[in-house]
C-alpha cells in the first residue's frame, strides 16, 4: 500500500497485492481479472456500480485503469477507506471519487511527494 498526494490537497492510496496481474484485461468474465483474490464483479458490489463502469478506458480494460482508490483530503482517511475496500465484505456507504493507478500518475504532487519523503530522511 502507498499513499500519494495528489494535486490539489488530495490523497489516493493504492495497493495491490502478490499475485495480482498488472498486465491481465477483462474480458467480461470473472476469472479473466481479480484483485486481491475478489472477482471484479464483487469490487463492483462493494463500489454500487457496474463492473463496466470500473475502468478508465474501454480499450484497456486492467488493474492499471481499475478505478477503486477513494480520492480523500486527509492521507489518514485514503489509507483507512482503501484498506476497508481491502478487507471487509460489506458495500461502501459513503461515495467517493474513485481514480486508478494510471490517473493517480497523472495527478500526483511531486513536489509534496519529495517533501514527505525529505522530512522522514531528516527524521532519523
Not at 484483485?35 to 463502469?53: M, N, R, V, W
Not at 486492467?62 to 476497508?84: A, G, M, R
Request: hydrophobic share 35%.
Amino acid at each position: 500500500m502507498q499513499t500519494i498526494s495528489l494535486n490539489d490537497d488530495q490523497y489516493a492510496t493504492f495497493a495491490f497485492g502478490f499475485h495480482d496481474n498488472m498486465k491481465a484485461t477483462y474480458k467480461n468474465d470473472d476469472k479473466s481479472l481479480s484483485y486481491f483474490g475478489q472477482p471484479l464483479s464483487a469490487i463492483a458490489e462493494k463500489l454500487h456500480c457496474d463492473t463496466a463502469h470500473l475502468f478508465d478506458d474501454e480499450n484497456d480494460q486492467s488493474l492499471w485503469t481499475l478505478k477503486i482508490f477513494p480520492v480523500t483530503t486527509n492521507p489518514n482517511d485514503s489509507f483507512e477507506k482503501t484498506l476497508k475496500l481491502l478487507l471487509s465484505n460489506d458495500p461502501i456507504v459513503t461515495k467517493h471519487h474513485y481514480v486508478s493507478i494510471k490517473e493517480i500518475l497523472k495527478r500526483r504532487d511531486i513536489a509534496a511527494i519529495i517533501g514527505y519523503r525529505s522530512n522522514l530522511i531528516n527524521c532519523t
